[in-house]
């Protein structure tokens, strides 16, 4: 499935395919999904779950650029 499958004809949202679950409770990313983000052996992902939603997996970075927008917007306040 090159380049993903795009949903609703946004190329921001892709579909890689699907991942079991092994005994270890381990997942394999898909190869094209870890190319286009650049993950690597040994890199550091940030796991989110709503219950309604389910998982959200990102960069712990996505979380730290939102911290330091609201912290600079509440100092910017003061």
């Not at 380049?3 to 094209?32: C, M, S, W, Y």
């Not at 796991?47 to 997996?57: A, C, F, R, W």
């Amino acid at each position: 499935m090159p380049g993903g499958k795009h949903i609703l004809g946004k190329n921001r949202q892709r579909v890689f395919g699907t991942a079991k679950v092994g005994d270890r409770g381990q997942i394999v990313i898909p190869k094209e999904a870890r190319e286009l983000y650049g993950i690597k052996p040994g890199d550091t992902l940030l796991l989110l779950g709503d219950e309604e939603t389910g998982l959200i997996v990102t960069r712990p970075e996505v979380l730290n650029n939102l911290a330091n927008q609201i912290l600079n917007h509440v100092k910017k306040e003061d």
